[in-house]
């Protein structure tokens, strides 16, 4: 069983919002830090934010106006919401444990268009 | 924020050594351990290779080294190998809590 794995909508269209949910299966939501990284084609790695259940979440300043991270501990998976999407948010969307990213998940290809 | 910078490729024949440095400010590198790297071959989801510096995580090779000085993380690959052959990212914590990622290196084996 994979670890982590992210999942949901490959398409999303402009101005809409990209959900992404993040299956954990290595333990529990509550025991670790969750973070979103994204990637978009051909470029670097992007932080987006982490949560913690007991903790406040932190989120990348050039996007913390449109996410939203959360922790669902009755499933047991981590959620990720980015508003108003442009073709700029088109990426591949990765879950990873803990703020070292010690566990990545397989990664989510998101494209934004029309 | 801004991100850490890395040189853009580095190269290396097999058994060689290379060094990757991340250069940030007093804002993140320089204001904690908390510097990990991250391979990422074509394809593929990114793998830590090392934390807090200079940490391998379990399974991870011996070869691959890290250190600091001031604002400047490095990664040191030692006896280079083809499955070398990858993309790098450092991350770094920073004093408002963010997490700031490398602009990543190409590693190329010649």
């Known amino acids: 069983q994979v670890p982590l794995q992210e999942s949901g909508p490959g398409l999303v269209r402009p101005s809409e919002t990209l959900s992404l949910t993040c299956n954990v299966s290595?333990?529990?939501?509550?025991?670790?830090?969750w973070a979103w990284i994204r990637q978009s084609p051909g470029r670097g790695l992007e932080w987006i934010g982490y949560t913690y259940y007991y903790a406040t979440t932190e989120y990348n300043p050039s996007l913390e106006s449109r996410v939203a991270i959360s922790v669902d501990t009755s499933k047991n998976h981590v959620t990720l919401e980015v508003r108003s999407v442009t073709a700029a948010d088109t990426a591949i969307y990765y879950c990873?444990?803990?703020?070292?990213?010690?566990?990545w998940g397989p990664g989510k290809m998101v494209t934004v268009s029309a | 924020q801004s991100a850490l910078t890395q040189p853009a490729f580095v190269s290396g024949s097999p058994g060689q050594s290379v060094t990757i440095s991340c250069i940030g400010t007093s804002a993140n590198v320089g204001s904690n351990n908390a510097v990990s790297w991250h391979q990422q071959h074509p394809g593929k989801a990114p793998k830590i290779i090392l934390y807090q510096t200079d940490q391998r995580p379990s399974g991870v090779s011996s070869r691959f080294s890290g250190s600091k000085s001031g604002n400047t993380a490095s990664l040191t690959i030692s006896g280079l190998q083809a499955d070398d052959e990858a993309d790098y990212y450092c991350?770094?914590?920073?004093?408002?809590?963010?997490?700031?990622f490398g602009t990543g290196t190409t590693v190329t084996v010649l």
């Open positions: 290595i333990g529990s939501v509550k025991d670790y830090y």
């Open positions: 990873a444990r803990r703020r070292r990213f010690d566990i």
């Open positions: 991350s770094s914590f920073t004093v408002i809590k963010t997490i700031v």
